[in-house]
């Protein structure tokens, strides 16, 4: 059965990232339903308005917008109500709530989540430093990181150490590899927070087989053995209890699920140094 579809625009005054975000967090509570997006990043004059109004005729659906200029923000409303067309702003009972426990009126201002002020530029720090610092690279300097991921190959510690880069925590991975000692700088490490991850044997193999397929390298080895893989994830699990690491089953988690937890432990870690 065909899912059914309608159109969903997406209007702000940004760069429509949260909007996306939210718009898709919500369809995914919709079985058998298909939203075809249309961004529209960056509507900040009447011009653009039109253009979105325009756009909205001819193609009927639900709008979504985060707009902050009262202008436009009429302009899109009345528009829409015009069509007859749901126009929702998405992020208002959150500001209203928020403005009336703080006491404060919101500022107004479109894209201030986006300035370029020194939490951005943590941010793209971070970024540098998980890349530099992916699958085992410059050990030198583990000590600086925030969070190290241990893990055996295909547990998404590369992934895993973006998102948490763009959450701005400096995130380093290290490969648990059969009988190849973790680097001694690891070890020696006393400021990160070091959390192994580990995944299901019959899933770790399934995944690793994609992957050689898609290499061009079909031949079996240990690597996806279900036994040898199966001894690879005790043994690792084993070291990650003997070292008090906490640790992270990975089989039926996304990645921003993953660096959830993450986030939760380092959280935790860092209220009881505190």
């Not at 325009?54 to 015009?82: H, M, S, Y």
């Amino acid at each position: 059965m065909e899912p059914r579809s309608f159109h969903l625009h997406l209007v702000s005054d940004a760069t429509g990232e949260t909007l996306g975000s939210l718009a898709r967090a919500c369809m995914a509570q919709f079985e058998g339903v298909r939203s075809i997006e249309h961004l529209w990043p960056m509507v900040r004059n009447d011009r653009q308005g039109a253009r979105v109004l325009a756009a909205v005729k001819a193609e009927p659906g639900v709008v979504l917008f985060t707009i902050v200029d009262d202008n436009l923000r009429a302009a899109l409303e009345e528009g829409c109500n015009a069509l007859n067309i749901p126009c929702i702003p998405v992020l208002d009972p959150v500001i209203h709530a928020l403005a009336a426990f703080l006491g404060m009126k919101s500022r107004g201002e479109p894209g201030r989540q986006h300035a370029l002020d020194a939490e951005y530029f943590h941010r793209i720090e971070a970024m540098q430093f998980a890349l530099a610092h992916d699958d085992g690279q410059s050990v030198h300097d583990l000590n600086k990181a925030d969070v190290i991921l241990v893990g055996v190959s295909r547990t998404s510690k590369t992934p895993t150490c973006i998102y948490l880069a763009n959450r701005g925590l400096k995130a380093a991975n290290v490969p648990f590899v059969p009988e190849i000692p973790l680097p001694a700088e690891l070890l020696e490490t006393t400021r990160p927070l070091i959390v192994g991850l580990t995944n299901d044997p019959g899933r770790l193999v399934q995944v690793r087989r994609n992957r050689l397929k898609l290499l061009d390298q079909g031949r079996e080895t240990n690597y996806v053995d279900p036994d040898a893989v199966r001894d690879e994830l005790e043994n690792a699990k084993r070291y990650f209890t003997r070292r008090q690491w906490p640790v992270i089953d990975v089989t039926r988690r996304s990645i921003e699920e993953t660096a959830a937890t993450v986030i939760q432990y380092h959280a935790r870690r860092q209220r009881k140094e505190a």
